[in-house]
Structure formats: C-alpha cells, structure tokens
C-alpha cells in the first residue's frame, strides 16, 4: 500500500498538525500531546497513528521512543507498506498474552493461502507471554486476527489499552466495564473502562 492510500479527515487533521508541530518545534509531538489538542484519548489517537502506519503515512523511528513518529515522504515505500500478496499475510508485530507490551510493528510476510478465510482483512501476531495457553496458544505461537474495531462476549481479542500497551485476551463487556480475561487460571483478568479492539482470533499457527 502506498501513501496515496485514502485518509478520514481525522487522519488527514493529525498528519498536519504532526507536520506543523514538528516545523515548529523539531522533534514529533507524543501522542498525549495530539490527544490533547484533539480533545480526545489517547486510546483513540492511538487507533489513528496505526492507520496512518498501516497506509503507509506514518512510521516509528525506534521502539520505546515516546517522540519516535516520522513522516514519510509520499516517494518512499517500505515493508510496512506495501500490499501482502494474495499468498500471503503480513506479521506485523508481536503481542502480549501476559502483561500488555508496546504494540511495535515489525513487518514480515508468512504465504498462508490454504488457510486464509476468503473476503476477510487478516494479519497474524507473534504471541509472547502464557496467558492464553489453557486455549492452546502457546508463547510464539502465530495468532491470525480478522482486522475488526468490535467484538461479542467470549471472543478472543486484540485490545489497545489506555497505556497503550496491546494484549491478548478473552473479551467480556460487563455493565458499565470490560473484562479481559486470560485463558490461564494462574493470572487474574484485566478491568478497563475502555479499550480499543484492533482484531478478533480467527486462527492459530504452530512453529514448532
């Protein structure tokens, strides 16, 4: 995918202020700044700057670099940007079934074609971390997600939490909270207010 990619007008607000905040200051704002101009969380700047990744716009100089987010040029292309073929599927990072880690894209292409679901968007994670392992997914396994913003109770998900962190849990939306509940009676679950749902476990991939 190339930065001509279509953009929401909310995309298209955040990459300018990003292109005036760094002509005036020199350096990338953090991402509680943009929330903060935004008048928004950064739950939802965060689902925004993964798009503008995902499209090619945006990419993270480092991980851990709270100040790491970098334009790019509409002539440059990367790994990140560029369409999987139809055999195959981007692994775009890895994510925690044990406590929430930075979500960092690390792209790389796994050729999945017998068994890809027709008609879906799908990626796969690297899971790292025990959490999930009374449903059988192990510490490096692949986890194939369905790319989806909502969930039903009981589905397995990927959550962004408010610290940014990403993890993998069993989603239950409990009255006025969420529960992520792992898949190990050894851990206790996760209560948040809000989370922002990037994908829903379709598939697991086993290297052994």
Same mark, same amino acid.
């Given at each position: 995918?190339?930065?001509?990619?279509? &953009? !929401? #007008?909310?995309? /298209?607000? @955040?990459?300018?202020? %990003?292109?005036?905040?760094?002509?005036?200051?020199?350096?990338?704002? +953090?991402?509680?700044?943009?929330?903060?101009?935004?008048?928004?969380?950064?739950?939802?700047?965060?689902?925004?700057?993964?798009?503008?990744?995902?499209?090619?716009? &945006? !990419? #993270?100089?480092? /991980?851990? @670099?709270?100040?790491? %987010?970098?334009?790019?040029?509409?002539?440059?292309?990367?790994?990140? +940007?560029?369409?999987?073929?139809?055999?195959?599927?981007?692994?775009?990072?890895?994510?925690?079934?044990?406590?929430?880690?930075?979500?960092?894209?690390?792209?790389?292409?796994?050729?999945?074609?017998?068994?890809?679901?027709?008609?879906?968007?799908?990626?796969?994670?690297?899971?790292?971390?025990?959490?999930?392992?009374?449903?059988?997914?192990?510490?490096?396994?692949?986890?194939?997600?369905?790319?989806?913003?909502?969930?039903?109770?009981?589905?397995?998900?990927?959550?962004?939490?408010?610290?940014?962190?990403?993890?993998?849990?069993?989603?239950?939306?409990?009255?006025?909270?969420?529960?992520?509940?792992?898949?190990?009676?050894?851990?206790?679950?996760?209560?948040?207010?809000?989370?922002?749902?990037?994908?829903?476990?379709?598939?697991?991939?086993?290297?052994?």
């Amino acid at each position: 995918m190339s930065p001509t990619a279509p &953009l !929401t #007008r909310r995309q /298209r607000d @955040i990459l300018q202020f %990003l292109k005036t905040y760094v002509d005036e200051h020199e350096l990338s704002p +953090t991402l509680e700044e943009i929330a903060q101009h935004f008048q928004v969380n950064k739950v939802t700047i965060f689902g925004h700057v993964a798009e503008l990744e995902r499209k090619g716009f &945006l !990419t #993270r100089a480092a /991980r851990g @670099i709270s100040r790491g %987010l970098q334009l790019v040029e509409e002539q440059e292309t990367s790994v990140a +940007t560029r369409p999987a073929t139809p055999s195959t599927v981007a692994i775009v990072g890895d994510i925690a079934a044990g406590a929430p880690i930075e979500a960092i894209e690390a792209p790389e292409e796994l050729d999945l074609l017998d068994l890809l679901p027709k008609d879906r968007d799908v990626y796969a994670l690297r899971v790292r971390g025990d959490s999930m392992i009374e449903d059988a997914i192990r510490d490096g396994d692949l986890v194939l997600i369905e790319r989806r913003e909502t969930a039903r109770n009981g589905e397995t998900v990927v959550a962004i939490l408010e610290d940014e962190g990403a993890t993998l849990k069993r989603y239950y939306r409990e009255g006025g909270r969420i529960r992520l509940q792992p898949a190990n009676s050894a851990m206790q679950p996760i209560y948040v207010d809000q989370v922002a749902i990037r994908g829903v476990l379709i598939g697991v991939v086993r290297q052994f």
